[in-house]
């Protein structure tokens, strides 16, 4: 079997013609009076998509975060329930309104957090749920939804990973009291760097962009009434992700595409398990993920180091945020699993058949090895 001579990277964008005439556009013509032109485009056009009344770009999906746990009234002692398995970023944003993340457990076959293990993490301090579509593959927020109206719970979905997935035909992000996308390099929808807030809630909307604008005065020119945050999107980056977004389906079906290339490959070796799509879901699959089984011999790590001597790149999954010396607490045994063996295959835009072809060999010969 042939060494490929160049590494196969994890991920990727799609950049066409679109997006390069958008900005080009932006950098000419995008000032003065049309300084936020592609901007305006982006939010409506995004809302829309979502079905979702309210539409904010902000500088990352951790801002937007950080402004709607703010305008909802978090505050010091508040608990808020995320899961064990997601980028930091979900629970750093609690920690900016002083308000305390709970790590809730992950479901064995979604990956994203269980709903019993939420139940189990109600306080008397609970103040909201914050679920995350790891990787693309929805949470269940029909249970979610039934638990947060019992105990009274806001819910505020981080969608980074998941847009156009959908729950029972509905999409992510239209079902919390807020929620906030990704737009960072990697995203299936990229602006290089950027963010998204969203809700229903046009006083939550309200306060949201002011808070944003340094608390700038709806009212009075130049006028700031109170503390407020920079968490801008310029007009340049929200041209590249109008046009991405004009082309989010085809955006969509390339990473299905190339999930399916896979799981054709590697769905019958027993050892390995793969991103699953639940009934009444629609997974974007973001990031193809294995998980290694118990009877594996080979670690995580080392399996990662064998794919990057055949020029492969990979990464293992989140870490549970129990262990990071900031959040030192319980740990939960899903998500010890799963973090322990999962792995993130080459998901880019760029891939092509030949390409999976080569991974899987590299992996089931990797695995007749060990």
Not at 52 to 76: D, E
Request: aromatic share 10%.
């Amino acid at each position: 079997m042939k060494k490929r001579n160049e590494l196969i990277l994890t991920a990727g964008p799609s950049i066409t013609e679109k997006e390069i005439s958008y900005v080009q556009d932006a950098i000419q013509n995008g000032w003065n009076e049309h300084w936020n032109d592609y901007i305006i485009k982006f939010e409506n056009k995004f809302a829309k998509y979502l079905g979702v009344k309210h539409a904010l770009t902000t500088s990352s999906c951790t801002g937007a975060m950080h402004l709607g746990l703010k305008s909802m009234g978090l505050q010091l002692g508040d608990e808020v329930i995320v899961p064990e398995i997601t980028w930091v970023a979900t629970a750093s944003a609690v920690t900016y309104v002083n308000a305390n993340p709970v790590f809730a457990d992950i479901d064995p076959e979604t990956w994203c957090i269980d709903p019993i293990s939420i139940q189990n993490s109600i306080t008397s301090k609970t103040k909201a749920i914050m679920p995350v579509h790891l990787y693309g593959h929805p949470a269940d927020m029909e249970k979610i939804y039934e638990i947060a109206t019992e105990h009274d719970l806001l819910i505020f979905e981080d969608a980074a990973q998941s847009i156009g997935t959908t729950f029972n035909n509905k999409k992510t992000g239209s079902f919390g009291n807020a929620s906030a996308f990704s737009f960072q390099g990697a995203k299936i929808l990229s602006t290089g760097e950027g963010g998204m807030f969203l809700s229903n809630d046009t006083e939550l909307y309200e306060k949201v962009s002011k808070l944003g604008d340094h608390g700038r005065s709806l009212t009075k020119s130049l006028w700031n009434d109170e503390i407020g945050f920079k968490y801008k999107m310029s007009n340049l980056q929200a041209a590249m992700g109008l046009a991405q977004l004009e082309r989010i389906e085809e955006l969509i079906e390339k990473k299905r595409t190339i999930f399916n290339w896979y799981d054709e490959r590697l769905n019958s070796i027993p050892e390995i398990t793969l991103n699953i799509e639940k009934n009444n879901c629609r997974n974007i699959f973001w990031m193809t993920t294995i998980v290694l089984g118990k009877k594996i011999t080979i670690s995580r790590d080392d399996f990662i180091q064998k794919l990057k001597q055949w020029n492969i790149d990979s990464r293992p999954v989140f870490y549970p945020l129990s262990h990071m010396p900031m959040f030192e607490t319980k740990h939960n045994p899903n998500a010890e699993f799963f973090s322990n063996n999962g792995i993130n295959l080459p998901s880019g835009h760029n891939l092509t058949e030949d390409d999976i072809d080569y991974i899987c060999e590299v992996i089931k010969k990797i695995l007749l090895e060990c």
